[in-house]
């Protein structure tokens, strides 16, 4: 973190969390989501939006405790370096692994319906190298990028909804409760880790208008869950349960059933550069984020030198899973289920501190 | 100097721009139109392809008698494989076909009425996986084998067979006679509970013409059109393939095949139908007909209620559409005539309907999917599923209201006699 100034506006702090929080709906989102919630599974995001709601209300609550300061340097404030460590590690966890299955899903994507020919380890290097380049460049760099490529993504994201209406099979809602209130409630809570990369807005903090946390907490969550509840909706709309539980990327399946006519067919190349462009922003994001948080753990003004180090750790990460069904299970076990609650622990962990710490100096 | 390394570095990095691994150039490919699969003979099945001819589609232009386009040049050529999968075959055809062979313009999968009577389940599995394959293709039922019927059925009017593959198929937005199920909808059918699939019936047409070419005595009743399906069609001329009716599914299994007035029946209930021509007996004179278009008016309401032993089913039907013709000349167009030619033609589309719903309980294949407005009744997946609707639609209780409205009269507003 070289710079201690705010450099990014509300809209842009939006944009990048938008990006971060939603970048699943492109890649294997839903795949497990299908299975929990049946045919009412539109009904799992819906709950989701309240638990992520939840979570950035609580991380924006301590946050705005320590004006102008990250979640890192907050954490070894209240709870000393040993135990801040074992946080800090946590952050990382999440900011490479989503760094290393996003951009081992969007090569898989490639490799399944693109480029079939092209070794994968090629389109994994060109998407670390343009991540690698814009992220070095900074915060400024990733939140100008993403802001201006906002519009198109969704445009492009609604146009994709939009031209399989004539496919949507309302019959498919029913009946209404799906795997029931109880299946629908267990499969949010094992989906909620949807809305951990909200932690990115702690690394974030210093440089936007402190005045504006709130806000832009409150609709990043609000824009990326009408994303994710509309890419759950919209399968399973088209593909119908149980059909939909079969497809390991809905959002290629909703690309390439887009039908106009004779002349308005295979229209998925058109939504290709979209799908590319929200990956390498979000590998944008978590290469610096994770490069971030190094810096700042190791107390170091300038994230640069570590933007190589976490590029290759994304890699290492990237490399792990030796088929698409385990990468896909990976992001499913590590990232989505449960690791809303471990954040939610940490940062219950830390307002406790803080509240402890706050009742002994009004005592004093 | 680190300029000119930059420069030099962005130069190395567009060379891959150009595409080098999945680099292709449409004129080294194969363009497979259609794929007919058959119980094997030396292996587990035959496998057809129709492989388009490029250089003759877009050089045709001329006359000539050549099969599949003008000119006189074959738009396409077939290759059968003995094989032990679909997928099996994409391989092989590069044994005995120069360019590559690429399946993303695949628009028909055809199968042999033979096979599809044994089970296609683990034949259609690899369209949905394999990504050249696209949802927006069809799967053809044909009476004969595929290797035959595609073989010989060359387009006439088209020299792209591909065209002519996709716009047969289209026609189902302007007869009842046709489905309007493409592999998509075969596909989630086929797994849903509630709704059976489908898929469109076709054959080549009858080795010997009407009658054998003999004049003799029409029949005492005449047949309707829809009576017929494909392979039934008594006609001359035209190309070799036709398609009518449907080919019925249960658990991925042939079990039957509808009619084309049965298939229509079916995409009424369904709310597919777009538009078709009846042809009602005159109620004065029912050795002349009433023509007319009937469209529907309205999505077709169907309460389904669930009942202890079996469930009960009420459908409203609204439908409206111009009087085409009167052929004895009584003058129905005026408004106090009109509710008797309605009543004519409500009475046929109720008979119809009535028809097809004691077919489709017989065959235990719920193909208008009255399953799905079933599931309403329903709180959660794992309840509906347990009701087993597939083994109760055959004791259902069906009650079916059909309401027809003319709307125009066409050009004439009286038919004066003639003298």
């Known amino acids: 973190m070289s710079q201690q100034k ?4 509300e809209s842009e702090a939006v944009t990048l969390l938008l990006t971060f929080l939603s970048y699943k709906v492109f890649l294997a989102y839903g795949v497990f989501i299908y299975s929990e919630g049946l045919n009412a599974s539109w009904i799992i995001p819906l709950i989701n939006t309240l638990l992520g709601l939840l979570g950035v209300l609580l991380l924006i609550s301590l946050l705005s405790k320590f004006p102008g300061q990250d979640l890192v340097k907050i954490g070894e ?43 994968i380890s090629l389109t994994t290097f060109f998407f670390i190298a343009g991540a690698l380049v814009v992220s070095y460049l900074g915060l400024e760099a990733v939140a100008r990028t993403a802001r201006f490529l906002l519009g198109i993504l969704i445009i492009t994201a609604m146009a994709m909804v939009i031209f399989t209406i004539p496919f949507w099979q309302f019959h498919a809602l029913y009946p209404l409760w799906g795997s029931g209130p109880w299946g629908l409630l267990k499969g949010a809570i094992k989906n909620s880790g949807d809305y951990v990369q909200i932690l990115f807005l702690g690394v974030i903090y210093p440089f936007i208008p402190r005045d504006r946390l709130k806000a832009i907490g409150i609709k990043s969550v609000l824009f990326a869950s009408f994303f994710m509840f509309l890419y759950i909706l919209v399968p399973l709309l088209i593909f119908t349960y149980p059909s939909v539980t079969e497809l390991a990327m809905p959002s290629i399946e909703m690309a390439r059933i887009i039908n106009l006519g004779r002349f308005g067919q295979r229209l998925e190349v058109i939504f290709l550069p979209v799908w590319v462009f929200s990956n390498l922003i979000t590998l944008s994001i978590a290469l610096y984020a994770s490069a971030a948080v190094f810096a700042r753990a190791f107390k170091l003004n300038d994230y640069r ?8 750790f994304i890699l290492v990460i990237a490399s792990l899973p030796e088929n698409v069904s385990q990468a896909i299970y990976y992001h499913y076990k590590y990232l989505t289920q449960y690791s809303l609650s471990a954040l939610a622990l940490i940062l219950l962990i830390l307002h406790s501190v803080a509240w402890i710490r706050g009742k002994e100096e009004s005592k004093g | 100097m680190k300029q000119t390394v930059f420069l030099l570095l962005v130069l190395l990095l567009t060379l891959p721009l150009a595409s080098c691994y999945d680099y292709s150039e449409p004129d080294e490919k194969a363009w497979v139109l259609a794929i007919g699969m058959d119980k094997g003979k030396e292996n587990k099945l035959t496998v057809t392809t129709i492989i388009a001819v490029p250089k003759n589609i877009a050089g045709a232009g001329g006359g000539g008698e050549g099969g599949g386009g003008g000119g006189g040049q074959e738009t ?19 044994a005995v076909v120069d360019r590559r062979p690429d399946l993303s313009h695949t628009a028909w999968f055809v199968f042999s009425r033979e096979l599809a009577e044994e089970g296609i389940e683990a034949y259609f599995a690899p369209l949905a996986r394999f990504y050249q394959f696209r949802r927006s293709a069809n799967i053809i039922i044909c009476e004969e084998q595929a290797q035959e019927f595609l073989s010989r059925g060359k387009p006439i009017l088209e020299d792209n067979v591909s065209k002519y593959y996709q716009l047969q198929q289209q026609a189902y937005q302007y007869t009842e006679f046709i489905p309007n199920d493409t592999l998509h909808q075969f596909y989630i059918k086929s797994k849903s509970p509630g709704v059976a699939a489908m898929a469109p019936l076709a054959a080549l047409k009858k080795e010997k013409p009407i009658n054998n070419g003999a004049p003799s005595p029409r029949p005492e009743t005449d047949i309707p059109k829809g009576e017929y399906q494909a392979g039934q069609l008594p006609r001359q001329g035209s190309g070799e393939i036709e398609v009518m009716g ?73 439908f409206e559409g111009d009087l085409l013709s009167v052929q004895s000349g009584i003058n129905y167009e005026e408004p106090h005539m009109l509710h008797i030619a309605e009543q004519a ?29 079933a599931k309403k009744n329903f709180r959660t997946w794992p309840e509906w599923e347990a009701y087993d609707w597939e083994s109760k639609y055959p004791l259902a209780s069906i009650n079916v209201n059909v309401d027809y409205r003319l709307r125009r009269i066409g050009l004439l507003h009286e038919t004066v006699p003639l003298r």
Not at chain 1, 82 to 99: C, T
């Open chain 1, 6 to 9: 705010p450099v990014v506006g």
């Open chain 1, 77 to 119: 404030v209240l709870s000393g370096p040993y135990l801040n460590m074992l946080f800090v590690l946590f952050y990382l966890f999440i900011f490479l692994l989503s760094g290393g299955l996003v951009l081992r899903l969007a090569a898989e994507r490639m490799a399944v319906g693109f480029f079939v020919d092209t070794p």
């Open chain 1, 305 to 312: 030198p570590f933007v190589l180090s976490s590029a290759v």
């Open chain 2, 76 to 94: 396409f050529f077939s290759v059968s494989l003995e094989v032990p999968s679909l997928l099996s075959a994409l391989e092989l055809l590069d």
């Open chain 2, 246 to 318: 449907a080919a019925v599914f249960r658990q991925g299994w042939m079990v039957g095949t509808l009619n084309g007035d049965e298939l229509g029946a079916a995409r009424m209930l369904e709310g597919t139908l777009k538009q078709t021509i009846k042809d009602i007996p005159d109620p004065a004179q029912p050795d002349t007909y009433l023509i007319a278009m009937v469209k529907p008016r309205q999505k077709p309401q169907i309460k389904v209620d669930i009942g202890p032993d079996y469930p009960q089913i009420s459908i409203e039907l609204k």
């Open chain 2, 345 to 373: 033609i409500t009475q046929s589309l109720q008979e119809d309907i009535n028809k097809y719903l004691a077919k489709s309980q017989q065959l235990g294949t719920d193909v208008a999917g009255l399953g799905l407005s």
